[in-house]
């Protein structure tokens, strides 16, 4: 069994099903996912705060939270979250809110005993021009791609705040790094939402009103991993399980696409039959951000969901979900 500065750990997270496990923002696309997830392995005793119950940007009502429930195990999914447009759009809210929740919740873990904790980023952490696949050394290399640049500072600190703890505390806190999710409650904002989810709306809203033609934003040449959040939930507990290192750890399914692949594919899978039209007053973004997971493959674990087996899923879950 390792100690928080071993690499790997043995199975003191799984193993223990009535630990007490805090899983921040567990009405989110990620997770919502966690909580299945957990529940399916019998875990039960986990700790969910809405955004009503626990605001996470207040410092005060965070800390006496962490006093009175004093969890075991948290898994921080809570946070200011959107697509290119959102992000572009206010970025503000994206730096403030992400620094207050990750340092609120990360500092009153380690202060109230929490065994673990597992801090979620993102593929844009990494520069703009990174190489492909993107290893996790690409890391603060070189500069940032605009369209997130406020959100990407803002992870970048969660990671770099998990290492310094572990640095001078001893404390066990990891950072896993997810590529673009998909899957149910998933966000389906016409504007403020990822691609996938925007598309899926949009063909569907057209399909049912006969529409010709769905618009989709930038050239559709853009490069994008895909991964259902299924799978990153089983990473996550994977790697709470199994991992207690210093570094980030990537997780992507390996398999990238074009914006146009996407939107044919999301177009089949729901049934429109018309045109797409690419609206180029809209921002590609990073060009291509293909991570390259194979520190986590070698740790054993592998996504198993192919990305029409995903969408035909999500747009299952959309159809009984979400008011048409
Ligand atoms: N979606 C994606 O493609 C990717 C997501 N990630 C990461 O995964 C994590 C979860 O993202 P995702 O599930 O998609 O996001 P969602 O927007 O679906 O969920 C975020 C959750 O956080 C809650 N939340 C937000 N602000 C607060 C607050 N101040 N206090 C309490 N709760 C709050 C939200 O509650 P409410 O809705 O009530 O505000 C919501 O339940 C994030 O860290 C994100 O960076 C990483 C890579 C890709
Ligand atoms: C996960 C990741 O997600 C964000 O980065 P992104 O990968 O650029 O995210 P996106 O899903 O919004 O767009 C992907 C591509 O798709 C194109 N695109 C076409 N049509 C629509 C459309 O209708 N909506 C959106 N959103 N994009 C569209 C869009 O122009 C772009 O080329 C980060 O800000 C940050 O949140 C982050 O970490």
């Known amino acids: 069994m390792g100690g928080p500065n071993n690499e790997t750990v043995g199975d003191s997270f799984a193993s223990n099903k009535s630990a ?3 899983v921040a923002g567990h009405r989110g696309l990620v997770g919502s996912a966690i909580v299945r997830k957990l529940r399916h392995l019998g875990f039960t005793n986990l700790l969910l705060k809405t955004h009503q119950e626990l605001d996470l940007t207040r410092q ?30 206010y970025p503000a809210d994206f730096i403030s809110i992400n620094l207050q929740i990750q340092t609120n919740v990360i500092d009153s873990s380690y202060r109230h005993g929490v065994k673990k904790l597992l801090f979620l980023g993102s593929s844009c952490i990494y520069p703009k021009f990174a190489p492909q696949p993107i290893p996790e050394e690409a890391l603060l290399t070189a500069p940032l791609e605009p369209t997130n640049e406020w959100y990407a500072v ?3 600190a969660g990671i770099k705040m998990c ?32 691609v996938l ?14 529409a010709k ?30 991992y207690s290192g210093l570094g980030h750890m990537n997780v992507g399914s390996g398999k990238e696409v074009t914006i146009k692949e996407l939107a044919e594919l999301v177009k089949e899978v729901v049934g429109f039959e018309g045109e797409l039209v690419w609206d180029t007053t809209k921002p590609d973004g990073t060009p291509r951000k293909l991570m390259d997971s194979s ?13 029409k087996d995903g969408l035909v899923d999500t747009y299952k ?8």
């Open 20 to 22: 007490k496990v805090f």
């Open 60 to 89: 005060s009502d965070v800390e006496a939270f962490f006093a009175a429930e004093k969890p075991q195990f948290v898994i921080l999914a809570a946070a200011k979250v959107g697509g290119i447009h959102a992000n572009n759009t």
């Open 154 to 156: 803002a992870k970048i």
């Open 163 to 194: 290492q310094a703890y572990r640095l001078q505390y001893n404390w066990d806190a990891i950072s896993g790094m997810p590529t673009n999710l998909y899957g149910p409650n998933d966000n389906f904002h016409p504007e403020n939402s990822h």
């Open 197 to 210: 989810p925007a598309l899926m709306r949009r063909f569907h809203e057209a399909k049912v009103k006969g």
């Open 213 to 242: 033609e769905v618009v989709v934003w930038g050239t559709g040449s853009p490069l994008r991993e895909f991964l259902h959040v299924d799978d990153l939930a089983d990473a996550v507990v994977f790697l709470m399980e199994k």
């Open 295 to 307: 520190k986590l493959a070698e740790l054993g674990w592998v996504p198993k969901i192919s990305l």
């Open 317 to 324: 879950w959309y159809l009984e979900n979400v008011k048409q």
